[in-house]
């Protein structure tokens, strides 16, 4: 019933990131204890420290979220499937949740020497394993938010991702956009004349982590990964700058006026935009100060970061 309520040549901006199988089911190597490993994000340095090389592309260095008991650091955490060994070492402790931790993955044929240090991915490929991304294929499995209050199945794989889905890189699918069906969004685009566009924010494990400090100020939020094309910000940008002004929106006379809506598909993809309005603001402070980055190419990636006090902290110095 969404077409009954949805304005007639709104712009949907919807969160396109698909769920990857991030949970692994580990045992302690020493006592067999069992550990549950969620994947969450690449350490960055580890491509600035590793040479292009075979045995380097057998190692991975990971954030992850562990549920167990007595996982130290120096901990090592095993798995085995198909004739491979998954190998988990706890390098780092998160000093402000003892919930996250460093931890490097290595893996390597079951039946091979475990001191063998020259082993190279290229032996452990009858299964057609080559990176970490189908080690977690192989070993891992759809991480279910908890009140599903079920184990994942192989289904879960496609049938707990948004139909349009296709940026890999979340633990917990955007809930609101499961909602739409292909048969939906094409009667929206139909009937409607909507504008349909594409963010992609991967969600982090914060969506499982309850506020636990007495006062918002202690809490700690994790980092979240979003991306957004220079062609879909300028398509935002231009939507909303021809409601503000009353300009034709290409299709015909007349129509600017009732292009005046944007509506987020669901929480990620209002956090990203709001996200986006605050790193603008953050720019234009930069380039008041002359501290503002050389232009850019086109295709060139830029990066940007927005701590989690700073909004307020813009907020605070311009208000005072």
């Known amino acids: 019933q969404l077409s009954c309520f949805l304005p007639e040549r709104s712009m949907l901006v919807a969160n396109d990131t698909k769920v990857v199988s991030a949970?692994?089911?580990?045992?302690?190597?020493?006592?067999?204890?069992?550990?549950?490993?969620?994947?969450?994000?690449?350490?960055?340095?580890?491509?600035?420290?590793?040479?292009?090389?075979?045995?380097?592309?057998?190692?991975?260095?990971?954030?992850?979220?562990?549920?167990g008991k007595n996982v130290k650091e120096g901990s090592t955490l095993v798995a085995e499937k198909d004739g491979v060994k998954l190998m988990a070492v706890i390098c780092r402790r998160n000093e402000e949740s003892k919930q996250f931790a460093d931890v490097e993955f290595t893996w390597?044929?079951?039946?091979?020497?475990?001191?063998?240090?020259?082993?190279?991915?290229?032996?452990?490929?009858?299964?057609?394993?080559?990176?970490f991304g189908d080690i977690l294929n192989t070993f891992g499995s759809i991480p279910l938010p908890p009140y599903m209050k079920r184990e994942a199945v192989k289904r879960d794989s496609e049938s707990y991702q948004t139909v349009y889905a296709s940026s890999p890189g979340s633990v917990a699918a955007p809930t609101a956009g499961l909602h739409f069906t292909s048969d939906l969004v094409?009667?929206?685009?139909?009937?409607?004349?909507?504008?349909?566009?594409?963010?992609?924010?991967?969600?982090?494990?914060?969506?499982f982590v309850p506020l636990q400090s007495k006062s918002v100020?202690?809490?700690?939020?994790?980092?979240?990964?979003?991306?957004?094309?220079?062609?879909?910000?300028?398509?935002i940008f231009r939507h909303l700058s021809g409601s503000v002004e009353g300009k034709d929106d290409g299709k015909g006379e007349g129509k600017g006026e009732g292009k005046k809506n944007l509506v987020a598909v669901g929480t990620?993809?209002?956090?990203t935009l709001e996200t986006i309005y605050w790193l603008g603001l953050k720019l234009l402070r930069l380039q008041g100060k002359e501290q503002?980055?050389?232009?850019?190419?086109?295709?060139?990636e830029l990066n940007y970061t927005l701590g989690q006090w700073e909004p307020y902290e813009m907020v605070r110095d311009h208000y005072g």
């Open 292 to 300: 503002r980055p050389p232009p850019q190419e086109e295709e060139e």
């Open 23 to 67: 949970r692994l089911t580990m045992r302690k190597e020493r006592t067999g204890g069992h550990v549950e490993v969620l994947v969450v994000s690449e350490n960055q340095n580890q491509n600035q420290n590793q040479n292009q090389n075979e045995k380097q592309k057998q190692k991975s260095s990971w954030k992850c979220m562990l549920k």
């Open 268 to 271: 990620t993809t209002v956090r």
């Open 186 to 207: 094409e009667q929206l685009i139909r009937e409607k004349e909507v504008d349909f566009q594409k963010i992609t924010l991967h969600t982090g494990p914060g969506t």
């Open 108 to 131: 390597r044929r079951s039946n091979e020497d475990d001191h063998d240090e020259n082993e190279l991915i290229d032996k452990v490929t009858e299964k057609g394993i080559i990176d």
């Open 217 to 235: 100020e202690e809490h700690h939020m994790h980092t979240e990964t979003f991306s957004i094309s220079r062609q879909t910000l300028r398509n």
